[in-house]
């Protein structure tokens, strides 16, 4: 990656340590308007390469969760401790706002474009609501939640965890409505295709369930791997920790055996099957853009 480095900042070489200059190289004035700038980006390479530190960009001890806004402009963390969300402005390159919670996150979502409307799952069956002022609604759920998703035509939110109901809050009507009963004994994961707006949720048990948002049953399930024999009789595959859909037809799951697999939803035959060999969880999969890869994270470099 050095020869990368060297083509967007500057470098020297004392005693054979090199040191590289992040401040160095062309900068914009701040009193351009954001067409003036978008325009030199295009027109110039050297400003288009050149690189931005984002002031303040850490956490006290962690950050546990880190997402990017729709429209690109806001980056929201959560991290501990204390427990904390802070939102940094990707023009400004600096913290917008920080505010403290009264639990640790285990998810939280990007309701809206920007970072006005945020939902936060924490770690003490609480769902908190948040605009642009700050708090400004709290619930509870029965069981401990572990993921959320948001479904926009119906304006449903989904919430799972140690339980096999699929918790839905109803945004719109501020109230919750009927749990979706799924044959697991407690739910990892769980994410809506943004095509078909087909809601996949990870079972402890290895399986995946497939629901319409529109009806109450569900559509259809895989079971992620086959039962495995032992000296000590049957035992059960890895649990499902990770899930994402690329397109309407393409599923990648993670487990905690480490390994990733891809799923064309119309068949339980894994068109491939990545393992880590560490033997880890899988804590993110993600589709990069539109190209064939896939990337997967364990805790391994923790």
Not at 37 to 54: F, M
Not at 110 to 119: F, N, P, R
Not at 241 to 246: G, Q
Request: contains cysteine; proline residues 5%; charged residues 25%.
């Amino acid at each position: 990656r050095s020869s990368d480095l060297r083509a967007t900042m500057n470098v020297s070489n004392p005693n054979d340590v090199k040191i590289y200059s992040l401040s160095s190289g062309k900068t914009l004035p701040e009193w351009i308007s954001e067409r003036q700038r978008r325009a030199l980006q295009k027109s110039d390479a050297e400003i288009r390469r050149r690189i931005q530190l984002i002031q303040d960009f850490e956490m006290p001890t962690a950050s546990t969760r880190i997402k990017i806004s729709p429209d690109g402009q806001y980056i929201l963390a959560a991290g501990t401790y204390k427990p904390r969300i802070r939102c940094y402005d990707v023009n400004q390159l600096s913290m917008k706002f920080e505010r403290c919670l009264d639990t640790d996150v285990q998810q939280f979502l990007i309701l809206s474009e920007d970072y006005s409307k945020l939902a936060i799952l924490g770690s003490d069956r609480s769902v908190e609501f948040h605009v642009q002022y700050g708090r400004y609604y709290k619930t509870r759920i029965p069981k401990f939640g572990r993921d959320l998703a948001y479904h926009r035509p119906s304006c449903d939110l989904y919430i799972v965890g140690a339980s096999s109901e699929i918790y839905r809050l109803n945004l719109e009507r501020g109230r919750f409505l009927n749990s979706l009963a799924t044959e697991a004994s407690g739910l990892n994961v769980c994410c809506i295709n943004p095509e078909h707006q087909l809601l996949a949720v990870g079972s402890e048990e290895g399986r995946v369930e497939c629901w319409d948002p529109r009806s109450p049953t569900r559509v259809g399930s895989v079971d992620v791997g086959a039962v495995e024999t032992t000296d000590a009789g049957p035992k059960r595959l890895p649990s499902v920790t990770a899930l994402s859909y690329r397109g309407a037809l393409t599923m990648g799951v993670g487990t905690d055996a480490g390994q990733a697999l891809l799923y064309d939803i119309r068949s339980n035959r894994p068109l491939i099957v990545k393992d880590h060999q560490y033997g880890l969880p899988i804590n993110t999969l993600h589709f990069l853009g539109q190209s064939d890869l896939v990337l997967t994270a364990d805790r391994s470099e923790e």
